[in-house]
């Protein structure tokens, strides 16, 4: 409070110098340049995709299973990419159901659980794990995953099965980055506490840290999404690159992504528009969960 | 003392690092690009080729390009790909002075201009993993499997187990002959080949794909099958061989070709000499395809 | 005696967390290393050129490309984000615009790499008929990572004392002259150390760099606006057409290759991050 105290009144004697006025343009520029570059990221995208869906309409585009491109003639081709939608969903969550746990779970150990070396470790090793460029895991996934579910399923082992395993190990990083964070924000005196009153660890971690955290490790699960949903390269190398509405686990299908990697190269007109349209759709599907990530936090601001 | 002095002095001494070893890594680079330019040979020959056309030839252009410019180092050689019809259309507003394509020219894209070269000859042969039982099938089972009606071999009197379709991706010059020379696509109609189909990107992958996965069923490139990994099953009982394909018993062959605007001038002419060549015919394109005068020759 | 029974059970179940996590990591890092490491560092490989369909390609040019990428993202985007954090964190007021790029910074931050790589291909390749380049590459990882430099440059300016500010104004220094003579340079380790470890990401990025940068090319890029082939798209190009028939040692190697310069990059960081922390308690 102090600070933002003194930085205004020191703001206010020094508002009116007029060089001072010559530099805030250009640094205002630069901080600027967030803003339009988002709003040009849109409008590139949007400008790209209307010719398919005033040519398709968004019903066939967005709500129907037949990707069915034709190249030499691409307006007699069906675009609907509500199977790729559904992929993109299918992966994400069970990519979550491994991947939230584990990190959610890891990020408690690393702040309630290990001793110093171990969380040092631990948290070193993350850091790094985030580091690792998808092309790797996704040749991990390939050469690894891929022929170990072959074997145990007896399916071809490519499938959502294998991307939601890789898209598990790349969520991983974020959220316990950002859930431990979390729980680090939680008040000392509230842990020592609920020790001081003879509660276990466990029943500290569970009764009072969770709950206290709670906001946050939401907001790291859903930023974890946000991860699953654009992961590309990946997801693109293990996925089976299948235009069919899957149901299970072990068939294959595609992404949103990676469906636009494997057509972008020789798509023309409508096709290559209809691509634009899907980037459109994990546009709208990133915003959507900035959109929740500022709802859960706006509770939190009224709260304390 | 100023604030921060410790620290600033520790942040230039660290920029300096920093320029330091930028500038040995761009002098490294210009001794390198140096070295390229130095051991470039006198030769007479200079120019500028850009090339462009369908993903099939690409790999093919590409050596082309990387041997030819080893010979002849005035000339430069732009490969991309895009697509026969991009390759096309690009020639025709000259763009590009050769268009790869890995089919004839269309209808409308015929105005007597271009000028056609066969480079190739290429078979696409049908091949199964190794464990798969069947020698011959069926036109009409080709068409029901690949368009996804058939989705287990037990349908076809075989084991119980699903058929993995594996299908180029719909860039492919060998996708496009595929559907319309095995699944009877046209150029209004697409056909609708099998959903759960696995795209790949190349010819390599499918191989790699169809030897690894147990009930896979794919296509190939003549070159591209080796036995010890794939199995060619025939077609209605007839063998994707040279001899049967290029009196057309089977169906699902194809020239590969070169287009220029006219009879090629100057350095594009020396290039498509050189494709033609006995030297690359032999080296560089029998490893995927058939040579063309391998074809030829025999026909007359 | 239940109470205790399931505290432990959940610090066995927490432990296990844990190592799952690190296995995971040891056991990927472990087996591209043991994979690729002999490829990766043959000198044919190293320093050759990389073939289009013939076995024994190496590349070079592949990681050329992707140190030169990294040094024109960073020369691009460093002074944009310090600028950036420099406006936010010191001379804006909070107002509804504030809040606007606030809220663009988190969009960016979460949009997918995929979408901002058909952007800088829509708006700098074709919009602007640059084609594959190297700048084309840069300008769109520059949007990508701004949010990511930004924060870092806003917390290693918010470790600058108030104090040092309120002293070089109690001198009559305008705020831009203290900005730029005293927490800039103050500030100055604390960014550089912050801005290696995003080093990693835009080594391994390859999603937005495929359709600006490019996929294959022989020669080493030296224009910025030569077409390149960083390694990780490379990496992605060769497995995904696998034209060359060695193309999984060719992929082996350099994903060995690739993990090897990503590990010396956050091993630099963490070297960096430590001496920094050690100054700056010396300094105080």
Redesign the interface.
């Known amino acids: 409070m102090s600070k933002k105290e003194s930085n205004g009144k020191l703001r206010q004697i020094f508002s009116a110098s007029r060089s001072e006025f010559l530099v805030r343009i250009p640094l205002f520029l630069c901080a600027f340049l967030a803003f339009f570059s988002v709003l040009l990221i849109f409008l590139f995208i949007l400008k790209e995709s209307i010719p398919a869906i005033s040519c398709l309409g968004l019903r066939n585009l967005f709500f129907s299973t037949t990707w069915?491109?034709?190249?030499?003639?691409p307006r007699?081709?069906s675009y609907g990419m509500l199977?790729f939608l559904s992929g993109t969903l299918m992966t994400t969550f069970f990519a979550m159901i491994i991947g939230a746990p584990l990190g959610i779970g890891t990020a408690i150990f690393i702040d309630q659980v290990a001793p110093p070396k171990i969380r040092e470790i631990t948290r070193r090793g993350i850091e790094l794990l985030a580091g690792i460029p998808s092309v790797i895991i996704g040749w991990f996934g390939l050469t690894l995953l891929v022929?170990f579910l072959?074997h145990i399923t007896?399916?071809?082992?490519?499938g959502i099965a294998p991307a939601s395993l890789v898209l598990a190990i790349m969520v991983l990083p974020t959220i316990t980055t950002l859930g431990t964070e979390g729980l680090k924000a939680v008040p000392a005196e509230l842990k020592e506490a609920s020790v001081a009153m003879g509660a276990t660890r466990w029943q500290t971690i569970y009764k009072i840290i969770i709950p206290a955290a709670k906001e946050s490790l939401i907001v790291s699960t859903i930023l974890g999404m946000g991860r699953a949903i654009g992961e590309t390269m990946a997801v693109q190398m293990v996925i089976?690159?299948?235009?069919?509405?899957a149901f299970s686990p072990l068939?294959?299908t595609s992404t949103l992504t990676s469906r636009i990697v494997?057509?972008m190269?020789?798509?023309?007109s409508v096709f290559r528009s209809a691509l634009y349209a899907q980037a459109l759709a994990l546009l709208i599907l990133a915003m959507c969960l900035i959109l929740l990530v500022r709802f859960v936090t706006r509770s939190r601001e009224v709260t304390t | 003392m100023?604030?921060?002095c410790?620290?600033?002095s520790?942040?230039r001494r660290?920029f300096k690092a920093v320029i330091v070893l930028?500038l040995i890594?761009l002098s490294l680079?210009?001794f390198?690009?140096g070295c390229?330019v130095g051991s470039s040979g006198s030769s007479a020959l200079k120019g500028k080729i850009k090339i462009s056309g369908s993903?099939t030839l690409?790999?093919?252009a590409?050596?082309a390009a990387?041997e030819f410019s080893e010979k002849n180092p005035g000339v430069r050689i732009e490969v991309q790909?895009?697509?026969s019809?991009?390759g096309i259309s690009q020639l025709r507003s000259r763009i590009v002075q050769i268009a790869d394509s890995s089919r004839g020219l269309?209808g409308d894209e015929d105005d007597g201009t271009l000028v056609d070269h066969r480079i190739a000859f290429d078979i696409i042969v049908i091949v199964v993993n190794p464990d798969t039982p069947f020698r011959s099938i069926s036109s009409t089972k080709v068409k029901d499997i690949f368009t996804g009606k058939i989705k287990n071999w037990k349908e076809l009197g075989g084991p119980e187990k699903?058929i993995?379709v594996v299908v180029r991706?719909?860039?492919s010059g060998t996708r496009?002959i595929f559907d319309e020379k095995a699944l009877g696509a046209t150029?209004?109609?697409?056909v609708?080949s099998a959903?759960?189909?696995?795209?790949?990107?190349?010819?390599?992958?499918v191989r790699?794909?169809v030897s690894?996965?147990?009930?896979?069923i794919g296509y190939l490139s003549y070159g591209y099958v080796d036995k010890t990994r794939v199995k060619p099953v025939m077609l209605n009982g007839i063998s994707p061989n040279l001899e049967n394909a290029r009196v057309g018993r089977y169906p699902l062959a194809r020239y590969l070709h070169m287009f220029t605007q006219g009879r090629p001038t100057g350095v594009t002419r020396n290039f498509v000499d050189f494709v033609l060549g006995d030297e690359f015919q032999k080296d560089?394109v029998s490893?995927?395809y058939i040579p063309v005068r391998l074809v030829e020759r025999k026909g007359k | 005696m239940d109470e205790r029974k399931s505290d432990r059970l959940a610090t066995l179940v927490f432990w296990i967390f844990g190592a799952l996590t690190i296995l995971v990591l040891g056991f990927i890092v472990v087996q591209i290393l043991v994979r690729g490491i002999a490829t990766a560092f043959k000198p044919s490989f190293f320093l050759g050129k990389p073939?289009?369909?013939?076995a024994g390609g190496g590349v070079?040019p592949m990681i050329?490309s992707t140190?030169y990428l990294v040094?024109l993202t960073m020369v691009i985007s460093l002074p944009l984000s310090v600028g950036a954090a420099v406006y936010l964190s010191e001379f804006a007021k909070d107002g509804l615009i504030v809040k606007f790029i606030r809220f663009s910074l988190d969009s960016l931050a979460t949009l997918p790499s995929i979408v901002f790589g058909l952007f800088g291909m829509t708006l700098f390749c074709i919009y602007l008929r640059w084609g594959y380049c190297l700048i084309a590459g840069a300008l769109t990882l520059s949007i990508l990572n701004l949010p990511v430099f930004l924060r870092s440059t806003e917390e290693a300016l918010k470790l600058?004392p108030i104090?040092?500010r309120e002293?070089?104004m109690s001198l009559g220094a305008s705020r831009w002259t203290t900005t730029r003579?005293?927490v800039i340079?103050?500030a100055?380790?604390g960014i550089?150390t912050a801005t290696i470890l995003p080093i990693g990401r835009i080594m391994g990025e390859s999603a937005a760099i495929i359709y600006t940068t490019g996929l294959?090319i022989?020669?080493?890029p030296?224009s910025p606006v030569d077409t390149a082939a960083p390694l990780a798209g490379y990496i992605w190009y060769a497995?995904?057409?696998?034209?060359v028939?060695d193309?999984k040692s060719v992929v082996d190697g350099g994903a060995a290759l690739l993990l090897v310069m990503v590990l010396v990059v956050f091993l630099l960081a963490r070297y960096?991050g430590k001496r920094?922390q050690n100054?700056?308690h010396?300094?105080k």
Request: charged share 20%; glycine share 10%.
């Open positions: 069915r491109p034709n190249v030499s003639n007699a081709g199977a022929p072959a007896g399916s071809s082992g490519y089976g690159n299948a235009r069919q509405l068939e294959r494997t057509d190269g020789e798509a023309t | 100023r604030p921060g410790f620290l600033f520790w942040a660290f930028s890594v680079v210009l390198l690009s390229g993903t690409l790999p093919i590409q050596e990387i790909g895009g697509g019809s991009v269309k699903e993995a991706d719909l860039a496009e150029k209004v109609k697409s609708d959903p759960s189909a696995i795209e790949c990107a190349s010819n390599g992958v790699e794909i690894s996965t147990k009930g896979a560089v490893q995927e | 073939e289009a369909i013939k070079l050329i140190l040094a600058v104090t040092y002293a070089s003579k005293v340079p103050s100055m380790p550089i294959f022989r020669n080493i030296l497995q995904s057409e696998a034209m028939p193309y960096l920094f100054k700056s010396a300094g």
